[in-house]
């Protein structure tokens, strides 16, 4: 199982909120390109880049950060979204060596268009669906839409996304543990890999993942855990592997 660093970028600085709320951060580092080559060197196989200002403009706001960011690790995936709303964007971050885009808001609103994202760019999509009670959030989380999570993730794994990510937003950036039930219900409900985020705060919850590898959970991402020190990312890795080792 991956566990994948999260790097958040508000005004240019690496950030963590707190269940999504814009006004209730944390500022972690001045600079992010910084920060990203430390979790390179603590052995991360990917990273994960969110936009917050990008998610609630509909628009990139950090996207130099980002191709900076890209340009310094040439050989490490980064997954990144946050204000992808175009295809003219897409090109543009796998044109600054960005791996793979993430689609939230707009894959809700406009599921036609992960359907020709995922046709236009074969290999790179992954939607990310952030869910309370079952229900999928849009627009950085500040309205629930109707729909259903599980329902919706089959409808892109039949367009072709490459995988999930499954966030919690009741336990993002609150350290309160990961809801492992979901995201194994949400993974053995469809094909592609999910990957889990929202509460990782230990080791505690890396092994409550792994135990539950077999229901197609392949990566975690965390982010205030590792900032704040509650759970050390070359450990927690370390882990992650030995256990896959022993399923």
Same mark, same amino acid.
């Given at each position: 199982m991956l566990l994948i660093p999260a790097i958040d970028l508000k005004d240019g600085k690496c950030v963590r909120l707190r269940q999504g709320r814009m006004d209730d951060e944390t500022v972690f580092s001045d600079d992010p390109v910084a920060m990203a080559d430390r979790w390179a060197k603590a052995g991360a196989r990917r990273l994960h880049?969110?936009? /917050?200002?990008?998610?609630?403009?509909?628009? *990139?706001?950090?996207?130099?950060?980002?191709?900076?960011?890209?340009?310094?690790? *040439?050989?490490? =995936?980064?997954?990144?979204?946050?204000?992808?709303?175009?295809?003219?964007?897409?090109?543009?971050? /796998? +044109?600054?060596?960005?791996?793979?885009?993430?689609?939230?808001? #707009?894959?809700?609103?406009? =599921?036609?268009? $992960?359907?020709?994202?995922?046709?236009?760019? =074969?290999?790179?999509?992954? $939607?990310?669906?952030?869910? #309370?009670?079952? #229900?999928?959030?849009?627009?950085?989380?500040? #309205?629930?839409?109707?729909?259903?999570?599980?329902?919706?993730?089959?409808?892109?794994?039949? +367009?072709?996304?490459?995988?999930?990510i499954y966030t919690d937003i009741g336990r993002d950036g609150m350290m309160s543990g990961v809801n492992v039930e979901a995201t194994a219900r949400l993974a053995e409900a469809v094909r592609v890999p999910v990957v889990a985020s929202g509460g990782i705060k230990t080791l505690d919850d890396i092994r409550a993942l792994c135990q539950q590898r077999d229901s197609g959970i392949t990566g975690a991402i965390t982010g205030r855990a590792i900032y704040e020190g509650t759970l050390d990312f070359a450990e927690g890795q370390k882990l992650a592997d030995n256990l896959c080792k022993e399923s």
């Open positions: 880049i969110v936009d /917050l200002n990008g998610a609630f403009s509909g628009k *990139p706001e950090n996207a130099g950060v980002i191709k900076c960011i890209a340009e310094n690790h *040439p050989d490490l =995936p980064i997954q990144v979204g946050g204000g992808i709303r175009d295809e003219d964007t897409v090109q543009a971050y /796998l +044109d600054a060596g960005v791996q793979y885009v993430i689609f939230g808001t #707009k894959a809700v609103n406009a =599921p036609h268009f $992960v359907s020709d994202m995922c046709a236009e760019f =074969p290999g790179h999509v992954i $939607v990310g669906l952030d869910a #309370k009670d079952g #229900k999928v959030a849009i627009d950085g989380w500040s #309205k629930l839409s109707h729909h259903d999570v599980i329902d919706l993730a089959q409808h892109f794994e039949h +367009d072709g996304v490459v995988a999930i």
